[in-house]
């Protein structure tokens, strides 16, 4: 099979590509766990789904609908003995919140292709992914390519908000001989770090000099904006108006409302963005100048020593590895509950860690700092044999194709992998292809769950003939 006739018939495709991808995408898919009248996580979620499955059979595949949780297009059937011996292709179309509107330069769910870029929420993550899969398929099936193992491609709906999805399919249904999760980098990624989430709530109230304190994080992502409001004008509180240390200063009647701006960025990987909540506390903290006192400033100084380093030290979790390296650690979310101080920390941990008694540890560290602590989760790592065959033969496809000599690799991010049994992640992600054109995202836009998120239709390209010949090189394995 010469390559160059499959890049040409992957070329031919891409203005349905686009369409197919327009149409998913022009659907506000955000999971709610909490849905009670539109099961199981919302009307969204369930259009998105029809829509794919819809897809599949407009191009004559078999689809199949685990009663809205999961769907799945089928090169050939859906039978048991079929899935038992099949390759799975996972996606999600689920999608993280938009926020605030206003921090888009483009409709996040009105789609649009703008210097060889798509650009529409969760078109990164995950639903190029799933586009992706229909047209590998697609091409196995224009060309009558028959495949030993079959292939099959899985749709979830709920990966952001914690993979309940995968939980119940995993319980009721079989799952494929291989997995393959395209929601990372290239080559393989055989190895996830566990996770650790937590909620903390200060033991003592803030006082009432503290009107209110707020950021625009969340599970997934950390805030680019957070912002206090305080009691006192700025002569009051010593302080100047206009930007000082990354901090907007704001004041009205007797009160001083301090705004600081960063840049977001995935919670697994807090230093490639700047959190806010880090430049607003450092502000506050300030041990020249604290801006805050007595308790107030003794609970945000704890907040400011979690993000200080991304470490873990704080929480007295800190440790590393020599294959997936240390704990990162970030506080991505905090709020007044109550009138009291509340954060979010959202933890990656090494893969060989499983056994380190995480939240003994942080639940001491907290209470030495006056906070409870609540575990919101606590998921060990996930690890696929680097020697397995699969893993070879992926790693030695992607760099044929791309002139490479990648290597398989750890991640810090969670994926579908880490709930099915015999599966790893494996790209989109990590393409040697040149950058966003300069000036068409303003910085902190246009990867994955940030504003004006967006995709590389040569990417997309990329990815689905590295994915043809990938499956076609698993098709020659003996077992899988």
Known sequence: MEQDKVERWIEGQLPNIIKDLTRICRIRSVANPEEKE???????????????????????????????YVGCISYGDTSEEYQAKAIGIWSHLDVVDEGSLDRWQYSPYNPVVKEGYFIARGCQDNKSSA??????????????????HGLQLYL???????????????????????????????????????????ELRSNHTLSESILE??????????PDMAFIRLKGTKEELGLQEGLTNGCTIETEAE??????HGVASHTATPKSGENALLLLTNFLCDKNKPILTGKDLELFQFLHRINSDYSGAALQVACEDEVSGPVTLTASYACIQDRHLTIQFYARLPISKNDYPFQEKAKEAAEKNGFSLKVLKHAKSNYFPPDHPAVSVLTDTYNRIMGLEAKPFVMSGGTYASKLPRAFAFGTGGLPIPKPPKGLFLPGHGDYHQPDEAISL??????????????????NLGQL
Do not use: W
Not at 39 to 65: D, H, I, Q, S
Not at 131 to 148: A, D, P, R, S
């Open 131 to 148: 586009i992706m899969g229909l047209y590998v398929m697609k091409y196995f099936k224009e060309h009558q390519i028959e495949l030993k």
């Open 213 to 222: 304190f707020n950021c625009n994080g969340s599970r997934a992502q950390i």
């Open 38 to 68: 539109e099961l199981p996580y919302g009307a969204g979620c369930k259009e998105a789904l029809k829509e794919m499955l819809l897809m599949g059979e407009e191009n004559g595949f078999t689809v199949r609908n685990y009663e809205d």
């Open 156 to 198: 979830g709906t709920c990966e952001e908000q914690g993979m309940y999805d995968l939980d119940y399919y995993t319980k009721h249904y079989l799952s494929p001989a291989l997995s393959l999760v395209p929601d990372s980098g290239f080559p393989v990624c055989f190895g996830e770090r566990g996770i650790f989430n937590g």
């Open 255 to 260: 009160e001083t409302k301090i705004i600081a």
């Open 458 to 475: 040569e990417r997309v390209k990329k990815a689905i003939l590295v994915y043809i010949y990938g499956i076609l090189e698993l098709n």
